[in-house]
């Protein structure tokens, strides 16, 4: 893996993210548009499996009618992620914070496109059980403590 990073920090992105007057600002910036946006997605399905928001629709209606919005912007911030690791990748390598975020951003991605799915598809209208409650628990957990590493990198 420090071959990867070396790599990245070296390629063209990384040395553009690294001299540029602007462009860490401008990525930066973008990433936490598509953090809004993916956030605002994931609280309102996640809200909704706890049955505390638009009652009257099926979860899976709401996953499906966001899930375009979601893809997006998880893409955005994936790519604009990769790019703000390119300017301080060495730094990224050794970060016990960008470990945890890397850590629990797989294990949330698996659960979400895995249980959590699940718990969207047997949730029925009106209706919310344990496993819904729990996976939109599970789901804003995990999610919040990506959020949390990730704002502690900038500050480790």
Not at 13 to 25: D, E, K, V
Request: proline share 1%.
């Amino acid at each position: 893996m420090l071959s990867w990073f070396i790599a990245l920090s070296h390629s063209p992105l990384g040395q553009y993210m690294q001299n540029s007057r602007w462009g860490f600002a401008v990525v930066e910036a973008i990433h936490l548009l598509g953090l809004a946006v993916l956030g605002g997605v994931i609280l309102i399905v996640d809200l909704r499996l706890l049955g505390l928001i638009l009652k009257s629709e099926h979860a899976r209606t709401v996953s499906r009618g966001l899930s375009k919005v979601l893809l997006i912007s998880l893409t955005v911030m994936i790519l604009t992620g990769i790019a703000l690791v390119s300017e301080e990748a060495l730094k990224c390598y050794h970060s016990p914070a960008f470990q945890w975020k890397m850590a629990l951003l797989a294990a949330v991605l698996l659960f979400y496109f895995t249980l959590h799915r699940a718990a969207l598809l047997r949730t029925e209208k009106n209706q919310v059980d344990a496993w819904s409650r729990l996976a939109g628990i599970v789901s804003i957990t995990l999610w919040f403590g990506v959020g949390v590493a990730g704002r502690a990198i900038g500050l480790l």
